[in-house]
Every structure is written in C-alpha cells, then in structure tokens.
C-alpha cells in the first residue's frame, strides 16, 4: 500500500529487535509433563513452540495436542505426525468441564501469544485454554463482564473467570509469547496481567483525522473476528469520527458463529446489544456496531461483498490503491494519515 510522503503523519511498525525465549529453561517443562498443549497458531506461539521443542532434543514420550495439528506440523517439523487434535468444547448451557486430556495426572503446559482483547483485555494462554478446552468455558468467561464496552489492556471479570476456570487444572502451567514484528520477543511464565500488558510496545500519538490499521498479518487476521478485536487498542491515533482503514485479509472467513449470523442476515445488529443468549462472538456484533457509530469505516479484505457490505454494512474497497485513493478524496489531499501495522502488537495512546 503506498501513500505520499505528505499524508503521512507517524507511522507505529512494531520490530522484532531483541528477544528473550528461554526455551531451554521452558524445555525443562515439558520433559516431565503429561501433554504441551498449543492453544492457537500465531506465528509467535509456533516459533516458541519449535525452539522449545528443539531445546529438548529427542524425546518420543512428549504428547502435543493443538486444534489444528496441520498448522502446527507444518511449521515445527519435529513434530510432523506427532500433534493429536483437540477439538474446541461446545458451548453447552450449565455446564464447565475440561477436555478429558486437560484431567490427566502430571504436569500440562499451555502456549500461546498475548493479544489486545475489548472483552477480555488480553487474551493469553489462560483465556485459550478456558476458551478453547473447556465446555462451556468461553460462555462462562464472556458473560462474567456484563458492560460490553471495549476495554483493552485493562484486566476485566471476563479475564478474572477465565483464570478461576484454568486454575482448577492441576500442575498447569501458562507460557504466553509477547509479540513483536511477527516474532516472539519474549515468553513470560505463568505471567501476571500487568506484566503482560506492560510488554507490548506503547506510542502516543496525536489523533489524525485518517488512520490505516492492519491487525498484523498471518496469524492476526485470518479471519474478520480476529482483525476486529484487535483495533481497540490503536484508536488513539485517528480523531473521533475520523475516518479508519481497516486491511485484514479475512482468509479463512468471518470467524464467529455471531458474525456469520449477521452476516447472512440470520441476526439483527440489536442482538449484539441485549445478549439475551450467549453465542460465540455475540460481542463482536457490538463491537463492529460501535465502530461504526464512532468512526468512518472502509474495509480492505478478501471477504466476499455479500457478507462485507450487504451483511455487516461496511463500506469496501477492491483494492490497496481504491482504498487509499478514496480515503484521501475524503479527508484531503493535504490530511494526515497515521498508520498502525501490527495493532495486535502495539497499544497506541493519544498523545
């Protein structure tokens, strides 16, 4: 995407810079523990994941288990073949129970990268396990918060539950990789929030009236849901009812079952409002009617227009130079622009 020296106002681009793994200290972990479990695919969780698993050297009694094994091979191929699948838990009313392999005796690490959440405030290795393993854990989680306003960075009862949830596994242990530049920059241990939250990288900036936001790339916006929880943490940077560019590949779709709803017309915009049923990613649809009451949208993405425009009432370009052209002809040719690569990655404030 390319725009003119003279629209650019600041540009946050987290780099991967220094880092700090441990994974030999981490390998020692895994060398006693009954399953090392891989909570999601971003690129960070798998490059720790195979330094860790190099780190061990040989080791045929290490059991994996993540929900898409393919994803997970492909990308440490020591363990080709070796990385059963676990399936996300249903979402079954009144009921909280762990994945069979989540009660097995001995010691269970869990991976996975750190990420700005509106509902959550981060979402870590924690709130994946919760999330993902837990029947009924990710209702349990979401609808301890009952305000839906979006919050990232800040520790919410949505996150408190998902740590009571986890806590009632015995000898886990969490290992969430802050991100930077695609890479693991570091992984904390069984990390307080704060701790977390105070290793993403922080700007202030004055609010431009234009903002072109990219939620990170492979691994951050393959689907829309991911792309929209991760800007809340960035909008410091565009002025109120400034307009916001929004690039997100969405290659594997919308991503939540709430999401698809709305955008085949099987659910109203309201719903998101009254949360009188919990279905997964029902505060998304709050999320995207907010974002559109308080800024001007244009969404640059692989999603069908159908579901895009029609569906969730974006407006859409077809391409990087549509996009930029027709945000300029709005704001000016003289206006500045800031623009936030990674905003998976960052926390951006007005300065």
Request: charged residues 25%.
């Amino acid at each position: 995407m390319t725009i003119q020296a003279e629209n650019l106002g600041t540009m946050v681009e987290p780099i991967a810079g220094e880092r700090n793994v441990e994974a030999e200290r981490h390998a020692e972990l895994l060398k006693e523990s009954a399953a090392l479990f891989i909570c999601d695919t971003s690129p960070p969780t798998l490059e720790t994941v195979q330094e860790i698993v190099r780190a061990m050297g040989q080791n045929e009694s290490l059991r994996a288990v993540a929900v898409e094994p393919r994803r997970v091979e492909g990308a440490v191929p020591e363990l080709k073949g070796k990385v059963a699948q676990l399936a996300r838990s249903a979402q079954a009313e009144g009921v909280l129970a762990p994945a069979a392999p989540l009660s097995d005796p001995g010691r269970k690490v869990f991976v996975a990268t750190a990420r700005p959440d509106p509902l959550f405030g981060i979402v870590d290795a924690r709130v994946e396990a919760a999330s993902n393993w837990f029947s009924g854990g990710l209702r349990e989680a979401a609808t301890a918060r009952k305000d839906l306003e979006p919050t990232p960075f800040e520790k919410t009862l949505s996150y408190e539950r998902a740590d009571e949830i986890v806590g009632t596994l015995d000898r886990a242990t969490f290992l969430t990789a802050i991100p930077r530049g695609g890479r693991a920059k570091a992984v904390l241990r069984d990390p307080p929030f704060d701790a977390l939250a105070n290793g993403f990288l922080e700007s202030a900036l004055s609010p431009a009236r234009g903002l072109i936001l990219g939620a990170g790339g492979r691994g951050y916006d393959d689907t829309f849901s991911s792309a929209l929880r991760s800007v809340w943490g960035v909008l410091g940077a565009v002025r109120r009812a400034g307009e916001v560019l929004l690039v997100s590949e969405c290659a594997e779709g919308l991503g939540s079952p709430a999401l698809e709803m709305l955008a085949s017309g099987r659910m109203s915009g309201e719903v998101g409002r009254k949360r009188e049923k919990y279905i997964p990613g029902i505060e998304e649809v709050y999320y995207l009617n907010k974002l559109k009451e308080d800024y001007e949208v244009l969404l640059l993405s692989g999603l069908p227009e159908i579901f895009a425009k029609n569906g969730m009432g974006l407006t859409t370009a077809r391409g990087s130079g549509e996009a930029v052209g027709r945000l300029l002809n709005k704001l000016g040719r003289t206006a500045k622009v800031n623009i936030v690569t990674r905003a998976a990655e960052c926390r951006v404030r007005s300065a």
